[in-house]
């Protein structure tokens, strides 16, 4: 049983760029949710797909967006970065109906913006 | 508001000192208080689930038990192996889907 994988595992970007990072599930798991953790703090959550649509979102602009694909591996996207956007990103992937009981981290894209 | 506050922010042992983390909890319907543990540059993995006031799970050294206002996790004998960041986290039962909002994290250090 493979885990949660995420690429890259390092990005550094400039200020105003475009950024897509990614993420296998674990295999079973339909659902992917996506978390931003900066230096220092707990995870924050972005939003969470479930056989391809958005199902619920945090607080984050609509700069950050995301998609699933028909084999549950999703993407998180960053329009125009601000060097606020330096953070872990991390993806977890969980069965369905399981909610935050079943997530499986994955070790999480460490963005730079510069 | 729901938030989760966590202390103390740093916590340092010599091997075998027993101590306890707090997590401090208000959320609108408890659907499940979750602790987890994170290594440098790792994701967190997960340690325990909590539902109602009164439970607690144990694994190994760790124990973790839940209130209506908080929960705590009693660290038995630690070892520098324990040395990591541990994280709380609650979702609620109006969150949708699998919402977890976390505490800012404990970070633990071991000496021998």
Excluded: M
């Amino acid at each position: 049983e493979t885990g949660v994988t995420q690429s890259p595992t390092h990005l550094i970007k400039t200020r105003g760029q475009q950024v897509t990072l990614r993420c296998s599930s674990q295999s079973g798991h339909n659902t992917v949710s996506w978390y931003q953790q900066a230096l220092g703090q707990g995870p924050q959550f972005i939003f969470q797909y479930y056989r391809e649509e958005e199902n619920g979102r945090g607080n984050f602009p609509p700069r950050f967006s995301g998609l699933q694909f028909p084999n549950y591996s999703s993407e998180l996207n960053v329009n125009a970065l601000e060097l606020d956007d330096s953070a872990l990103y991390l993806c977890a992937s969980s069965p369905s109906g399981t909610g935050a009981a079943g997530y499986t981290f994955g070790s999480g894209t460490r963005l730079t913006v510069v | 508001e729901d938030q989760v506050t966590q202390s103390p922010e740093a916590l340092r042992l010599q091997e075998g000192e027993s101590s306890s983390l707090n997590c401090s909890y208000t959320v609108s319907g408890l659907r499940g208080l979750f602790w987890y543990r994170q290594d440098p540059g790792k994701g967190p993995e997960f340690l325990f689930t909590l539902y109602s006031a009164g439970e607690e799970k144990e694994k190994e050294r760790l124990k973790a038990t839940l209130t209506k206002k908080e929960s705590f996790l009693h660290i038995t004998a630690p070892k520098p192996e324990d040395s990591a960041t541990y994280l709380c986290a609650v979702q609620a039962f109006y969150n949708q889907g699998g919402k977890l909002i976390f505490g800012q994290g404990t970070e633990l250090s071991v000496k021998p």
